[in-house]
């Protein structure tokens, strides 16, 4: 019953706003009204939710953001998720947990067959881009 795509997206969406209002972040959530009840497997669901704690993990820690944006959007090729924020941004990320947190993601989806970006410009704020089937590969 908690295996399709709805709720993947609604459970990450409820987490991403109580999370930073909980940080004084406003959080803009951008999702499809309807989503295909397509079925995700357990290890899709596991990674795409440990991006999503660590991207936000990361802003609230790093970013000095002020807002953030979520945006879901599905296609043949499977999920994509941009979390993007209007922190203060980077020109190469430290070699600090930081950088750890953008390898882990980038780890994580790499494991279920997916791609991650990355888009920083100092004063700017930081753009993740995320991409993956919705079945592990």
């Known amino acids: 019953r908690n295996d399709t795509l709805p709720h993947l997206t609604d459970y990450a969406g409820q987490f991403a706003v109580d999370f930073l209002r909980a940080a004084g ?34 802003i609230v820690k790093h970013a000095q953001a002020t807002e953030v944006w979520l945006r879901v959007s599905v296609s043949e090729e499977g999920l994509r998720l941009v979390i993007e924020d209007n922190g203060r941004g980077f020109t190469q990320p430290a070699d600090d947990a930081w950088a750890d947190g953008l390898r882990n993601m980038r780890q994580r989806i790499a494991e279920i067959g997916g791609s991650f970006g990355v888009e920083s410009h100092p004063g700017a704020g930081t753009k993740l881009t995320f991409q993956s089937p919705l079945r592990a590969k």
Not at 25 to 36: G, K, M, S, T, Y
């Open 25 to 58: 972040v406003r959080c803009r959530v951008d999702f499809p009204a309807q989503l295909p009840g397509l079925t995700v497997s357990s290890e899709v669901r596991h990674n795409w939710f440990l991006v999503v704690k660590e991207a936000l993990n990361n």
